[in-house]
């Protein structure tokens, strides 16, 4: 039975007028067909610390805080805050 999910926050978007709320209908659609799946019940995923505007949007989809770690990326440590969403809680969301 698959229980959870973990989802890596890596990605950089522009800032031009037609990417505006792509990270927001991506996160959507992953987290509506994650969630079709009856046996899952928690999304997690990982965000950099020193990216606000990653944690501001997970946060408007009402993932909580779930821990922090540190990872080696190309051989320096980068830290992250832990993030998770469980089914019960997207369910409850109001989402367009």
Known sequence: MNQGVRLN??????RTGSSQGLGKTIALLTLNHGFSDPGLRVVRLVVRKNNPRAQRLYESLR??????????IHGEPVAFWRMAIDRETFEGADTP
């Open 9 to 14: 926050s890596g990605s950089r978007s522009t």
């Open 63 to 72: 993932f909580h805080p779930d821990g922090e770690c540190t990872e080696l």
